[in-house]
């Protein structure tokens, strides 16, 4: 490696797209609302508990934005003292590569993306959002 004068080394790195072809966007996004649809929403999305103050969802849905695809979940405050009556919070995240496969993470405790899975293929990729606890919300 070569070293520069400020001690720093150079080092691989994979090239990340600019552009995500419409069609996987597409196709993607449509087989990600089936699954929210068949498999997501009849287990996490449930009738608004009666006399409680604790936040639940209300709704899952997806959204692109870069090269980057979310699910979110919708939260609805019942509280009295709720800053929003709602608020938007992702829980699973695919990162497309170039190679048409997607990198995995899901949202920690600490507001953070971690990304646990590399180089995954779309339809193993939804399965896990739908499989893989750590990518519920």
């Not at 080092?11 to 996987?24: D, E, M, V």
């Not at 959204?63 to 979110?72: A, H, I, L, T």
Request: with cysteine.
């Amino acid at each position: 490696m070569v070293k520069g004068k400020h001690g720093r080394e150079w080092t691989w790195a994979r090239a990340k797209p600019k552009t995500i072809p419409q069609g996987l966007k597409d196709d993607l996004t449509a087989k990600a609302r089936d699954l929210i649809e068949r498999e997501l929403k009849p287990v996490h999305v449930k009738p608004p508990p009666k006399n409680t103050q604790l936040n639940y969802i209300v709704d899952i849905f997806t959204r692109w934005r870069g090269r980057y695809f979310y699910f979110m979940a919708k939260y609805a405050c019942p509280s009295p003292n709720a800053i929003s009556p709602f608020f938007e919070v992702g829980f699973a995240r695919l990162e497309y590569l170039n190679s048409g496969k997607f990198n995995m993470a899901y949202m920690r405790h600490t507001g953070q993306w971690w990304e646990i899975r590399e180089d995954v293929p779309m339809a193993e990729a939804l399965v896990a959002v739908c499989t893989d606890s750590i990518f519920h919300p």
